[in-house]
């Protein structure tokens, strides 16, 4: 298992928890999506911008099990995680959420492209 991407999953993972704006900008991509549970593909601004007015606000993410792969771009991770938080209002709930994320080298750094997230 590469301790660096691993790593990165974790820095992402915990930014996302604390709704550290500036340390998701570091470990994005500029061309990031983030797929919702719900379908939705959403833009890195916009995401962010999100996090930044609270409308999406996380809790807690609780690592259960990670995996990953290498891939001829970089690496595909995948973990499953329970994430508190509360979304559009909607309350504190907790979901199992399984992310998918592909990674790869920007300017000689890993950075994530894409995250797709479900439920498990």
Same mark, same amino acid.
């Given at each position: 298992?590469?301790?660096?991407?691993?790593?990165?999953?974790?820095?992402?993972?915990?930014?996302?928890?604390?709704?550290? #704006?500036?340390?998701?900008?570091?470990?994005? %991509?500029?061309?990031? $999506?983030?797929?919702?549970? $719900?379908?939705?593909?959403?833009?890195?601004?916009?995401?962010?911008?999100? !996090?930044?007015?609270?409308?999406?606000?996380?809790?807690?993410?609780?690592?259960?099990?990670?995996?990953?792969?290498?891939?001829?771009? %970089?690496?595909?991770?995948? %973990?499953?995680?329970?994430? =508190?938080?509360?979304?559009?209002?909607?309350?504190?709930?907790?979901?199992?959420?399984? #992310? =998918?994320?592909?990674?790869?080298?920007?300017?000689?750094?890993?950075?994530? !492209?894409?995250?797709?997230? $479900? $439920?498990?």
């Amino acid at each position: 298992m590469n301790t660096e991407i691993l790593q990165l999953y974790r820095d992402y993972n915990q930014a996302m928890a604390a709704d550290d #704006t500036a340390a998701l900008d570091c470990l994005l %991509g500029p061309d990031f $999506t983030l797929t919702h549970m $719900t379908g939705y593909v959403q833009p890195r601004a916009e995401w962010l911008g999100e !996090l930044k007015r609270g409308t999406m606000h996380y809790f807690s993410s609780i690592e259960d099990h990670v995996a990953m792969r290498a891939t001829t771009s %970089g690496w595909q991770v995948t %973990g499953q995680n329970r994430v =508190v938080a509360s979304i559009h209002g909607s309350g504190r709930h907790e979901w199992p959420l399984n #992310t =998918v994320m592909t990674v790869s080298q920007i300017d000689g750094r890993w950075q994530i !492209l894409s995250a797709v997230v $479900t $439920t498990y």
